[in-house]
């Protein structure tokens, strides 16, 4: 997910506050007298508390976990993901055949499915969504709102560079969609939640695409804000901004519906209220937990689950900087690094050291790129070479936030500042708070040294780590290097998985090669329950549905 978004602003006495109604909805479901329960001894309401209140319901306009965490439960796509995994598996599409020239794909869905209004799921109900995200005009097409249809793409119906030409819908539960060039990652970008499935019919009677306001405050639209309608086991129940979104069971589900009847959805922003809200039995889970909490949440009896690492956290180095454009100065910083120290100090237990902008476990990730291995007297000899022995640099990094890749950002910069200070580079720490300063300083354009950021991916691609980063110029990086970026771009577009794959590792290896930055490791995310809580489906890619969960007690 895009690395730049809110995490939540209130504090921590509203936080505290917001578990009074997490308490108040365990109350009321132990209370109720609900018969859907499998036992008396097993509960149907799952309290998972969210650091942020979703951006929207419609998640065609969203791009931030919190709203996709909720999307996941009332929407489904064409495919989804292989449980624990980032690989594409069938969903509403049972299988999928692709053209030998790359451009046709046909998908055979799904039969007797429904959406939650009654709505049958079929060939045109697809076609309609497709079609719907292609003719996004003016506001609708901004990446506040669209980015992921933007991105994947590369365009809309009136713009150029678009790969999408047509869907057909020869019958009932067959899609046929043709694309204008061949585009590999097709089919795992679709397991994203921004390309769900929804409701024709609802998305017309509740205006989904009346979105006002400009792209930087966007007024989204009555669908968006109280009638999501998908076909997943979860229909909306209501959404109190800033507290809780409720949601509750599809009847009607074509799957299995589970022991989960209810879901919670309590915004507690800060970390340290979420971890106090578990220990005191309001909620019965939550995400993005501190390394400092792990040891003792397992000794008090909590459960910690660990999420295989997806994401890359790296020091970028801005060349717009002049102290930064001698690629001496920039290997010097990157021998200087201990960063297996780093990982061990502040990073969470099975957090993996990084050498490529991109996990290992997706394909294009390359063991030939050159890898600065911790060398602090090699570090002192190129600055000495690039006359830089005296150099001072800013370096930044953001504060009042946690994230999958940089859960302790302070203790981050710490570790590498004493690094960097240990080869005779003299640090001058920038911190500012994450949104907006700190976001919009290093991706704004605004003056910067060093900084600390990470991605967590969304479908397993490369483009959609190193096309993210540099695909293109980026005020980020501050560098232009066409011969780079076509390489990039040439390799997102191979007609061969073979050859898209070795087009990647190539890619890979020019970048570390130019080295506009350090990729310093994979983190666990981890995630923590309540002893009673059984089967919850961690995913790299967040991919994870509450009707596979049981509480016991």
């Known amino acids: 997910m895009r690395n730049w978004l809110k995490v939540g602003g209130a504090g921590v006495a ?54 996709f965490r909720v999307a996941r439960q009332i929407f489904e796509g064409l495919v989804g993901t292989v449980p624990g995994t980032a690989d594409p598996a069938p969903l509403l599409a049972e299988d999928w055949e692709v053209s030998d020239d790359g451009l046709t794909y046909t998908f055979d869905l799904k039969e007797g499915v429904t959406f939650h209004d009654g709505t049958p799921f079929n060939g045109e109900a697809v076609c309609f969504n497709f079609d719907r995200w292609n003719n996004f005009t003016g506001i609708l097409q901004s990446e ?114 589970g022991q989960i009847r209810r879901v919670v959805f309590p915004v507690i922003s800060d970390a340290t209220a979420r971890r106090q809200a578990l220990q005191a039995g309001d909620i019965d889970g939550y995400d993005l937990v501190a390394p400092a909490d792990v040891a003792s949440l397992e000794q008090d009896g909590f459960q910690i689950v660990n999420r295989a690492p997806f994401n890359v956290l790296y020091l970028g180095m801005n ?83 946690s994230r999958p890749y940089m859960p302790t950002p302070e203790q981050t910069y710490q570790a590498i500042a004493a690094d960097l200070t240990e080869v005779g580079i003299t640090v001058n720490p920038v911190p500012e708070p994450w949104s907006p300063e700190y976001l919009d300083r290093i991706q704004g354009g605004a003056e910067h040294g060093l900084h ?50 070795a087009a990647y590792e190539a890619a890979n290896e020019a970048i570390m090669e130019r080295l506009p930055g350090v990729p310093l490791a994979h983190p666990v995310p981890s995630l923590a329950f309540a002893p009673e809580v059984e089967g919850y489906p961690a995913s790299p890619v967040q991919d994870e549905v509450y009707n596979v969960i049981t509480i016991n007690g």
């Open 452 to 501: 600390l950021l990470g991605w967590t991916g969304d479908y397993n691609d490369t483009y959609n780590f190193i096309g993210v980063f540099f695909g293109q110029p980026s005020n980020e990086w501050g560098f232009t290097d066409p011969e780079l970026f076509q390489a990039i771009g040439d390799a997102r577009y191979q007609a061969s998985k073979e050859e898209q794959v």
């Open 144 to 257: 506040s709102l669209s980015y992921y249809w933007g991105k994947v793409n590369g365009g809309f119906a009136d713009t150029e560079g678009g790969k999408y030409e047509s869907c057909e819908a020869p019958d009932e539960s067959t899609a046929v969609i043709t694309l204008a060039s061949p585009l590999p990652e097709f089919i795992s970008a679709l397991s994203l939640p921004a390309f769900s499935i929804q409701s024709p019919t609802a998305l017309q009677e509740y205006s989904a695409d009346e979105v006002g306001g400009d792209e930087a405050s966007p007024v989204l639209s009555e669908y968006a804000t109280g009638h999501p309608t998908g076909t997943g086991p979860y229909v909306f129940d209501s959404w109190t901004r800033d507290q809780e979104v409720v949601l509750t069971a599809n009847e009607d589900y074509w799957g299995d519906q």
């Open 319 to 401: 060349q717009a900087n002049p102290q930064l454009a001698d690629p001496r100065v920039r290997q010097a910083i990157a021998h200087a690094i201990n960063k297996e120290a780093l990982v061990a100090q502040t990073l969470p237990e099975g957090t993996e050291v990084a050498t490529n902008f991109v996990p290992p476990t997706v394909e294009g990730w390359s063991d030939d790129v050159a890898t600065y291995d911790y060398d602090p007297e090699r570090a002192r000899q190129l600055l000495a070479e690039a006359g830089a022995s005296d150099l001072t640099i800013d370096f930044n990094y953001p504060t009042n936030v």
């Open 14 to 67: 509203m936080a505290l506050a917001l578990t009074a109604c997490a308490a108040s909805d365990r109350d009321t479901a132990e209370g109720s007298d609900s018969t859907t329960a499998s036992s008396d001894d097993m509960r149907d309401t799952f309290i998972f508390a969210a650091s942020a209140d979703p951006a929207g319901l419609d998640p065609a306009f969203v791009n931030d976990g919190e709203s």
